[in-house]
């Protein structure tokens, strides 16, 4: 009897001492689900979800503080994504925070109309606006995201959100057409 | 003939060839015609950089556009004349959309610019400097792959070159230019190879033709014993598509696979097209650059089916004009052969460097493309597979959208060349899935690193925002400091308080000092 509690007591300390050991040796530095939610986010850190970027709102996802269905840059696919990460039931895009966004869009500076007032270099997230006080300003076209939140600081209303217009080395093949196929079932 | 062991590939088709109607004439030179529309993208790669200006005066052979960086090909003036339009124009793609070209209106004189020195004895030339001048010459692969070919002909020292394969091999039904060129100009074909052999220095080079062209291997076999090249074969292929794959004539040629997501260089083979070998001769032999290629018009649309040299950027309604016009309206056009061509709307399209084609096809040659029906699961399509990958499952994948699967059953592997809808009896349009699959693929990759681009650079905001902000809290306090400290200076009462601690405590420190100075014999002592 005694001997059994002996080894029961040696065992659990033994054992105690090697998940101790574990902890400190093999700590992981941050929180990895807030990572691999962070990398399924568009990143375009708009704040459309209701938190100032995608890591915040990647954060409150992985506390259960909020729901998968706030991105309206990912839309259905960012939400479908995050159900299949995290064991949740897809939801449909909250209406609260707009509507999905079909196209890509980035933001245009009408160059004439600038008067260098620097506002929205300073609202720009991922700063890709070039300029400086009293000169210019112009959108880094491939470093933007397309966020708009650049639009409304702008005092003269110069900024304005335009298509991409398509070229070869953008283009991609068509999905073939399925109706006929749906038809035959 | 050879004892050479031929390794024959998995799949393949036995096509109707429709070789005969295009080589009953010989090669026609066309002239110039009043027009040439020059897309800046005829290659692989980066688009050319425009070096003239419009209404600029350019001679025949100079360079208008450069090659902008490593993947890239110049382009030189195919006549004497003057540049009239820098703009977008139709360009024969699937996807329609215009390309920006050099427009060049003839002046009818076609006087050459000055042209480099001819290199008749290259094999005493540096290698780099060989491979410097087919660059100049804007030589691509004239096969229809467009590929730069002296970034090809440049491999890298750690990658040595056992193998120098000239392809003429025109697998494709319809085409027949590369069949023409070997029958006419064998020689010029094997100075280009003697150039290509002299810069990769292989242990061996072998000519692979489909057994349906006799004409073009006895020429070319006749070329090639007068070159007296010792380490050379020409080895004559059972005709069966797609055996001028790249991947599929060095497989048939040597038994060796290049693998997955590599290079042939990477096992050390090298592949060029003939027509590309007699380009490289112009470049290095004679000093000329390439602007202008054979190209075959066929199908049962034109009166009479031609090969023909014409200069680059005639439009390709101008070539069908110059041999006869049309029989009746065609019920296809295509640039390229019928199996992995590019279909076009209309005639008003330029001849390109990599177009090796004009297909004008008959109502019986392209009948209306019948509906898909379900797939019935029969496996015809992995019969066929020269790569042997499962094309159902490919199918199945795509159109349930898992693209992770699908690369799990190396899409990317995929050469497109058609054999499996050529033989599905559904006719699904299988090759469509896969093209579209490849490109959703390269378009999530892109969101992807632009994605990471955005998240780097946010972070990198947000980090430059808060040492900002540090920095300017760290002044804040430091001037308050600054100014409690300058307060109570400025107060005489505080002052004189301060003062006074100040002396006091000046006088301890004094008195304190002077006893340990008293104390120290004693501390020595009392350990003893």
């Keep these: 009897m005694l001997t059994a509690i002996l080894v029961m007591v040696v065992l659990a300390a033994l054992f105690g001492l090697l998940l101790g050991f574990a902890a400190t040796r093999f700590r992981v530095e941050g929180d990895p689900i807030v990572d691999q939610i962070d990398a399924l986010l568009p990143q375009t850190q708009c704040g459309q979800c209701g938190f100032p970027g995608c890591r915040p709102y990647a954060e409150a996802i992985a506390r259960g503080e909020a729901d998968i269905n706030r991105c309206p840059p990912g839309g259905e696919t960012v939400i479908l994504q995050l159900a299949d990460l995290l064991g949740r039931d897809p939801l449909p895009l909250d209406e609260e925070v707009g509507e999905a966004q079909q196209e890509k869009l980035v933001a245009y500076i009408e160059e004439k109309d600038c008067i260098g007032c620097t506002l929205c270099i300073q609202a720009c997230p991922v700063d890709a606006i070039l300029g400086a006080a009293k000169q210019m300003h112009t959108v880094i076209q491939d470093e933007c995201t397309g966020c708009k939140l650049c639009v409304p600081p702008c005092p003269v209303e110069c900024i304005t959100m335009v298509r991409l217009e398509p070229d070869l080395a953008h283009w991609h093949w068509p999905a073939p057409d399925e109706d006929a196929l749906r038809e035959a079932g | ?528």
């Design chain 2, 1 to 528: 003939m050879s004892a050479r062991k031929l390794h024959r590939f998995h799949g393949g088709l036995r096509l109707p060839e429709h070789k005969q109607e295009s080589t009953l004439l010989s090669i026609l030179d066309l002239g110039v015609p009043q027009r040439l529309v020059l897309p800046l993208r005829q290659h692989i790669g980066h688009l050319a950089e425009p070096l003239v200006d419009v209404g600029e005066p350019v001679a025949k052979g100079q360079l208008i556009a450069q090659a902008e960086g490593y993947v890239s090909a110049s382009l030189h003036a195919p006549t004497s004349g003057r540049v009239v339009a820098i703009e977008e124009r139709p360009y024969p793609h699937p996807s329609g959309l215009p390309v920006r070209a050099i427009v060049i209106e003839s002046d009818g004189l076609d006087e050459w610019a000055a042209l480099p020195e001819p290199l008749p004895h290259f094999e005493q030339c540096d290698r780099d400097f060989l491979l410097e001048r087919i660059r100049w010459a804007g030589i691509v692969g004239l096969g229809g792959a467009a590929f730069p070919t002296s970034v090809k002909l440049a491999p890298g020292a750690d990658k040595p070159i056992r193998t120098l394969i000239l392809n003429g091999a025109e697998c494709e039904p319809y085409i027949t230019c590369d069949d023409m060129l070997m029958r006419e100009q064998a020689e010029r074909i094997i100075a280009g190879l003697r150039v290509m052999r002299h810069i990769l220095t292989p242990r061996e080079c072998l000519i692979g033709i489909e057994d349906n062209k006799p004409e073009a291997i006895a020429a070319m076999r006749r070329a090639l014993d007068e070159s007296g090249l010792e380490d050379s074969e020409l080895i004559s292929i059972p005709t069966r598509y797609p055996s001028g794959g790249e991947r599929q004539l060095i497989y048939l040629l040597t038994g060796q696979e290049v693998p997955s997501q590599h290079l042939p260089a990477d096992i050390g083979v090298v592949c060029h097209n003939v027509g590309t070998a007699a380009a490289v001769a112009d470049a290095v032999i004679d000093g000329r650059p390439l602007i202008s290629r054979v190209v075959t018009l066929s199908g049962g649309a034109l009166k009479q089916p031609q090969n023909v040299r014409a200069p680059l950027g005639a439009s390709l309604g101008w070539l069908v004009e110059q041999i006869g016009g049309y029989r009746e309206e065609p019920s296809r056009r295509v640039m390229g052969g019928p199996m992995m061509g590019v279909p076009l709307a209309g005639d008003d399209y330029p001849l390109l460097k990599g177009g090796n084609c004009l297909l004008a096809l008959d109502a019986e040659q392209a009948p209306p493309e019948e509906p898909a029906r379900p797939c019935i699961r029969c496996g015809e399509c992995a019969r066929v597979c020269p790569v042997e990958l499962l094309p159902q499952q490919l199918y199945w994948y795509t159109r349930a959208r898992d693209f992770d699967e699908v690369q799990r059953f190396d899409l990317f592997d995929c050469i497109e060349c058609g054999a499996c809808a050529y033989v599905c009896p559904s006719h699904i349009p299988l090759v469509q899935y896969y093209r579209f699959a490849k490109s959703e693929i390269w378009a999530q990759e892109e969101e992807r690193r632009k994605a990471d681009l955005a998240r780097r650079r946010h972070e990198a905001r947000q980090a430059r925002l808060a040492r900002l902000e540090a920095e300017r809290k760290a002044r804040l306090r430091k001037k308050k400091e600054a100014l409690e400290q300058k307060q109570t200076d400025d107060d005489p009462k505080k002052a004189a308080i301060q003062a006074a601690l100040r002396r006091v405590q000046a006088k301890k420190a004094e008195r304190a000092r002077q006893q340990a100075q008293a104390g120290v014999p004693d501390d020595r002592k009392e350990p003893s």
